[in-house]
């Protein structure tokens, strides 16, 4: 069964510092891959996506994607973050083969202090 | 607005008393999705549909219902709630299943069973 890991539980940081959160998932086939995020009290948004092609994926506000197959990774990166960015922050994960189910990490949550 | 809308937002009630949490999308979207959010859990699927008239159990579908009448409508039924379903609820849709699979959210339900 497809799985997908968060190691990072609780990230605390001060602005401007960079982040990268991890991301791994447990499925041999072609897979789609997404970031999504969930400020405080709102509902989950698309980051970005990867479907196929370069495997660096920019997506909004700054954040950016790398997916390295042969870890069977997809990390997300800022290169500065701001207090802004404190959320939850989920990898998502479905087959090629099977894209009715999404399958969601167990989340990141990231404080940034000023 | 593009939008998925969730009702309530908040509900607190008790063991055994039948519930229905609606969930409505105006982006004509096919797909429709429920999650619920633990802590520590991330976001787990609990039904699906891929079109009006079609739906199909994710991972926690135990205690839970849904019907799909109308596209655009994909209410979640508890018949009989108990407190383990105590839970953060999301809605999600999508134009289909497939490569495209970026899903909306809705803003969410709290629910609190007693």
């Known amino acids: 069964a497809q799985s997908v890991s968060q190691h990072n539980h609780h990230v605390i940081l001060s602005e401007a510092a960079s982040l990268e959160l991890g991301c791994n998932y447990s499925y041999g086939g072609t897979v789609n891959l997404f970031w999504y995020v969930q400020y405080p009290g709102q509902h989950l948004q698309l980051l970005l996506k990867?479907?196929?092609?370069?495997?660096l994926v920019k997506g909004i506000k700054g954040f950016e994607a790398e997916f390295i197959k042969s870890k069977f990774s997809f990390n997300l990166r800022k290169p500065s973050v701001q207090w802004s960015d404190t959320a939850e922050y989920f990898c998502a994960v479905n087959a090629a083969y099977n894209t009715d189910k999404l399958i969601f990490g167990t989340g990141t949550r990231l404080q940034v202090f000023p | 607005e593009a939008q998925v809308t969730q009702n309530p937002r908040y509900l607190i009630t008790v063991t055994g008393k039948k519930l229905t949490v609606t969930c409505s999308q105006n982006m004509n979207h096919e797909y429709m999705s429920w999650y619920r959010q633990d802590p520590g859990l991330g976001l787990r699927q609990i039904y699906y549909s891929m079109n009006v008239e079609v739906t199909d159990k994710g991972d926690v579908p135990e205690g839970y219902k849904v019907s799909r009448k109308e596209k655009r409508n994909f209410p979640l039924i508890l018949e009989s709630p108990s407190p383990n379903q105590t839970s953060l609820y999301f809605c999600?849709?999508?134009?289909?299943?497939?490569?495209?699979?970026?899903?909306?959210f809705g803003p969410g339900t709290r629910l609190t069973v007693l």
């Open positions: 990867y479907f196929s092609g370069d495997p």
């Open positions: 999600a849709s999508s134009f289909a299943a497939g490569r495209d699979n970026e899903q909306f």
